[in-house]
């Protein structure tokens, strides 16, 4: 059957209009990675020093923790000495980048001081300014059983004193026993009651013993045997004077 152009060309056009228009298909885009802004307050930091944790803390302070922290500014090396003398032990150190509180912004130092001094119980804030960031240093004013560090004699003080055993007086802490007895740096104590002992170990243990009452320490100063009476504070499990 013989069909015309125009009936030919109406059949092609009906047909291209019954096929669907395919769109092009566009690229997924990337999904870009969300960022999260760092905070800030992450990079403002706490250490609590080794044994100074807030139950160790508890029992060995001298006074309830204050509702504040006095905050001092800090000098130098000799604020720490200043304070051991007075019967403080520092706690705990935190860290303010000069990025996050600037170096003329003391005021904002303190505050952060000021904050973390009550989290941590503290009694005394020292704020210094340093070369990389504000730095606060925490102290509590202990009560102490003893309240000075010891270490054991070496072989050649063994062999000067005569012993097998002993201990040699190191740091003492002011307002305790052993600051009230006139124990300084450097003595060698060699008898507790009389009471020969091998080590520091020993010394601790006989020193737990007599908690809260007077014990009669023999020691060497100088050279010059002495007897020291030191009236021991109460001991508790967290106590590691």
């Known amino acids: 059957m013989n069909r015309s152009p125009a009936l030919l060309a109406l059949l092609l056009l009906s047909g291209c209009a019954l096929q669907p228009v395919e769109e092009p298909v566009k690229p997924a885009e990337p ?15 706490y250490e609590t020093l080794p044994g100074r944790e807030a139950d160790a803390v508890a029992t060995m302070r001298a006074a309830p923790a204050p509702a504040a922290p006095r905050i001092d500014a800090g000098t130098g090396p000799g604020d720490e000495r200043a304070l051991i003398a007075r019967g403080y032990v520092r706690i705990g150190r935190g860290h303010m980048p000069y990025a996050l509180v600037p170096a003329d912004r003391e005021a904002d130092a303190r505050a952060v001081a000021l904050r973390q001094g009550q989290e941590a119980a503290a009694d005394v804030a020292v704020v210094t300014a340093t070369d990389d960031g504000w730095v606060a240093d925490y102290y509590v004013r202990f009560k102490l059983l003893f309240g000075a560090t010891f270490r054991d004699l070496r072989a050649e003080e063994k062999a000067s004193f005569g012993v097998s055993g002993g201990v040699v007086i190191g740091k003492v802490v002011g307002g305790t026993p052993a600051s009230r007895a006139n124990l300084i740096g450097g003595d060698a104590v060699l008898a507790v009651d009389s009471r020969a002992f091998a080590n520091r170990a020993e010394f601790q243990e006989l020193l737990k013993a007599s908690a809260g009452r007077a014990v009669t320490l023999t020691i060497v100063r100088n050279g010059e045997t002495l007897s020291r009476v030191v009236q021991l504070g109460a001991w508790s499990a967290a106590a590691k004077d």
């Open 31 to 45: 999904e870009l990675p969300v960022e999260t802004p760092a905070s800030p307050e992450a990079e403002i930091t």
